[in-house]
């Protein structure tokens, strides 16, 4: 194939390629889902991550600005004139303290990517300004989305800002399940002018609507089912190198939903192994919310795995079709992660093996707790956040990761994308009774530690100072 980007089928065996001349999610030959893929040989590519640094000088320029596009010569499938960019990628990785957290890790060893900066408040948009490129490319003038609320958000503010190269204002067409989104999420897909339809199913319903409607209307699909969502998604990853002065950390934990994430990490680190560009590959820890914990249950119950790009696809079609039957669907109070049929699950598998990692999950109440000490540390989040603190707790506590290894943990959005979330959570200390003694007593102090309910007092100094004073 003469192009040096394309896109190749995952599936050993397979390895059918694509031009990137037309839409594009799945293999023609085998159903399996696509990588964008590049002849490195053929392209010039920095001999260090250090080149990526020289860039903060020049951030003036759009490009240079963009902390997707900033690392552009790592995902050369665009040329600059067909870049679209908003400023997303203005995160940074923070160092926190362990000891306000109540962790056992070492001190400096526990950092966390805040991708809430982000322009829609979430890392979708690392993907999303690379996904609305190539519709640019491609010259599609309508995008849509199934979405739990980040990925709706996100594209609605692109369509809004986004022109085709004949000027074409872009449609934002979202699909969204009946009482599964958050408002805060919500809010944004309406302001910014999307045509938001309400479907009566859940997320995975949502998508296979979505899909059959981009075959039938030809609107772009920007689920991350799409390669080039996760081929922006990899630079979360560049930045959190750029933070650790281009060492790779021991761990990245991540909430696993649809999975797109965990996939594009695992990407960014096998290629930049590949390239030379940096000496080791981190662990990678996936964290499910139990109420939507279909990987955890493929992997660490029945045994699915990568098996060097051959994976078992009759485990996943026997464990859907039992969910079924049992009218199972995915419930957690974690609305980003609430995905029962995860579409990137045979690229998470990969990014398993090349990142020699595991999966766990972690109960609501576990995720509500995490975020709220998050919050003690400054850094406002959204709940799926907080399973990956949640997650790294479980896996100091299970001895998984020692105390002095150097961890990262991705904090996917911002406090503001669900405050109903937070609020309940606040409130409802509030509500609760004491318990009188014992261990119930132990476990209610220490959730009424987190919890900070406002204290309702009459309209009176006395009584206010009372209140103050005695806090």
């Known amino acids: 194939m003469p192009e040096t980007a394309f896109l190749k089928c995952i599936r050993t ?34 001999g260090s991550l250090q080149f990526f640094a020289e860039r903060w000088a020049t951030r003036n320029e759009p490009l240079d600005f963009s902390g997707v596009w900033r690392f552009r010569e790592l995902m ?16 940074l990785l923070q160092q926190v303290d362990v000891k306000r957290l109540d962790l056992p890790l070492a001190d400096g060893q526990l950092h966390l990517q805040y991708e809430g900066m982000n322009p829609s408040g979430s890392f979708k948009d690392n993907g999303m300004t690379a996904a609305f490129t190539m519709a640019r490319m491609l010259g599609k003038r309508r ?8 990925t709706s958000a996100s594209l609605a503010l692109y369509a809004s800002l986004t022109r085709t190269n004949d000027g074409v204002p872009m449609q934002g067409i979202v699909f969204i399940g009946a009482g599964k989104i958050a408002y805060g999420k919500l809010s944004q897909a309406l302001d910014y002018g999307a045509l938001t339809l309400q479907i009566d199913g859940d997320f995975d319903a949502c998508l296979a609507r979505i899909r059959e409607a981009a075959d039938r209307l ?13 081929e922006g998604q990899k630079a979360i990853m560049y930045r959190v190198l750029e933070g650790l002065g281009w060492d790779p950390p021991d761990w990245i934990i991540c909430p696993g939903g649809n999975l797109g994430n965990s996939s ?6 096998m290629e930049l192994h590949q390239l030379g560009l940096i000496p080791r590959i981190p662990r990678l820890a996936i964290i499910n919310a139990a109420g939507a914990n279909t990987l ?4 660490n119950d029945k045994g699915l795995g990568w098996n060097d790009g051959a994976w078992d696809d009759t485990l996943a079609a026997e464990f859907y079709l039992d969910m079924a039957k049992r009218n199972q669907r995915a419930n957690t109070v974690a609305t980003a992660i609430e995905i029962g049929r995860p579409v990137n699950l045979p690229k998470a598998l990969r990014a398993l093996d090349v990142m020699n990692g595991i999966v766990c999950d972690v109960t609501d109440d576990e995720i509500l707790d995490e975020k709220a000490r998050i919050g003690r540390c400054g850094y406002g989040c959204e709940p799926a956040s907080g399973a990956s603190l949640a997650g790294l707790r479980k896996l100091i506590d299970n001895g998984t990761i020692g105390k002095d290894e150097r961890v990262v943990c991705i904090l996917t959005g911002h406090q503001l994308k669900d405050p109903d979330v937070t609020v309940g959570y606040h409130m409802s200390a509030a509500q609760e009774k004491p318990a009188e003694s014992g261990k119930a007593a132990e476990i209610a102090a220490q959730q009424r530690c987190w919890a900070n309910a406002p204290v309702r007092v009459p309209d009176d100094l006395n009584a206010i100072c009372t209140a103050i004073e005695g806090a």
Not at 16 to 31: F, H, I, M, N
Not at 34 to 40: C, E, I, M, P, R
Not at 76 to 91: L, N, R
Not at 219 to 230: C, E
């Open 218 to 230: 030809g609107l772009y699909l920007m689920n991350s089912v799409n390669p080039f969502r996760l």
């Open 264 to 269: 594009a990490f695992g990407k960014a680190f």
């Open 143 to 150: 995008v849509g989305c199934a979405s739990t609320g980040n």
């Open 13 to 46: 065996g397979c390895g059918a390629t694509y031009g990137l001349t037309e839409p594009r999610y799945a293999c023609d030959s085998c159903g399996a889902l696509l990588d964008v893929a590049y002849d490195w040989e053929r392209l010039i590519v920095p």
């Open 76 to 91: 050369p499938f665009a040329p600059t004139d067909q870049m679209v960019t908003i400023g997303e990628g203005q995160t």
């Open 296 to 299: 955890q249950s493929l992997v």
